[in-house]
């Protein structure tokens, strides 16, 4: 088999998308299953399949609403493949999709959901610490320190980024306003109606210099689920397909020797991915008419935009502008829905509907091109995860 | 007032059941920092693992070094995400990178004013800081401006 078979390149095709209300954390009305159904059921009615035929399940970061649940409340007529992408928490945001559209391009299963389902009130939050009296493993070297949640973990990575290529906080800022400037187009955003300007972030408290608040995701409750099927089945369907050009997901050479060992430490570990992306895709940065990237943490963020070829590091404070980073006439309009930090934080997937909005033509902002949308899954984590779609005129 | 730099209830660091760790947590109790070696390629490796990843010899030696290094990285920390952290204030994180061991870096704080200006390069000397009365106890390695 030549290389050129072993690829997803326009074989799959997302042909549903479906998402709940969204919810600050801990007040959804509804159970976090329930979330998950609803979400699934709005992606089916979207792509006009019926529920009963979905054959497969594809979740990340230890998903709660388990496969053999929803198949069995759903009546799905049998289960073919049930996965979930190992490690990375937010990381596996793409891979989640990428590993429903492999099981399909390999006749594992003909119809796969894709989704997050979170209701942090019922759960566990990320940005909490949870309340142990011992720690061992990587959190050991960390937890007695103070180093106890995401924004602990992630500041001085972007620190040192900050201070190996003279990145300035202007440039986090840009993206964080980037994020709330397109929240206020999009009615599904927590933060609809709720601008952020310049004043606003520089005088916002510190969380972890140099991570301001407005630098860090929200925590929300809510549920996203996309609808996958082969190509040649999408053709018949309700939504114009939209398809997978390219998917990667892992992690680059002991990214992840804990604690902070990384070799690469300033790095959102997109370099060996970014590369895997575009080979399948067969396209480069230049062909990427806008990103949604997820953000933990802007810097991350950051990171992940010049990893991917959009710029060098030492060229950020030009190129991350709001002007640049906003739809419709920027040169790289970024997280178009809202993302993470002014969307919904549904650990990263609703980026992944708004990718597939963009290339439909449906988002609220949308960019002039919009016929290859990038989605970047959670960056400075190990195994990461990104994802290419792009409309059947790239096949 | 007590007599660490972050306020007690924060977790006892502990060995893995398997005990990969066990040395370098306890050589901390005895003020001494250990780090592992290859003991057939003399690659440094931390945190700890079973195995070389440079040669894959098994079972890397555990070697003593003194706890001098260099700021890596650093944050000040103001968000509390922990309930013993409420109140407490901004607290300094530095990674160290120890040269005289292969460049590994270890987490600490940064003793002294929260507040005082951190620089990247600068050289520190640790401080091994005793929890006598946590459950169970333990010792950190703490850092300070030289």
Known sequence: MGASARSLRGQ???????ETTYYKHGKSPDSEFKLALQAILRACEDAGVDPRDIDGFSGFSDERSDAVRLSTALGSRRLRTS???WGGGGGGCCAAVANGAAAIATGMADCVVAF???????FGRFGQAGQVPAISGERAYLMPYGVLAPPQRFAMRVQRFMHEHGVHQEALRAIAMA??????NNPRALM?????????????RWIAEPLHLFDCCMENDGAAAVVMVSAERARDLRQPGVYLLGAASGSGYRFGAMPHNSPRYASAN???????????AQIGPADVDNVQSYENFTGGVAMALAEHGFFHPEQANEFLTLENLTAPHGGLPLNTSGGNLAECYVHGFELILEAVRQVRGQSVNQTRRHEVSLVIGGPMVAPASDLLLGSANLL | MH?????PGLPSPIPEPDGLSAPYWNGLRQERLLVQRCKACCTWQFGPEWLCHACLQFDPDWVEVAPQGTIFSWERVWHPSHPALQGHGPYLVVLVELAQAGQVRMVGNLLGDPMQAVRVGAPVQG?????PDASPAYSLLQWTLT
């Open chain 2, 127 to 131: 401080v091994y800081e005793h929890h």
């Open chain 1, 192 to 204: 609809h109606g709720k601008p952020l300007t310049e004043e606003a972030y520089d005088a916002s």
């Open chain 1, 270 to 280: 997109f370099e060996t991915l970014a590369q895997d992306l575009y080979a399948m």
């Open chain 1, 179 to 184: 994020s709330y400037a397109h929240a206020q």
């Open chain 2, 3 to 7: 007599k660490t730099y972050l306020p």
């Open chain 1, 12 to 18: 799959v095709a997302i042909v549903g998308i479906g």
């Open chain 1, 83 to 85: 996965l979930m992408q």
């Open chain 1, 116 to 122: 997050r389902s979170l209701a942090q009130g019922q």
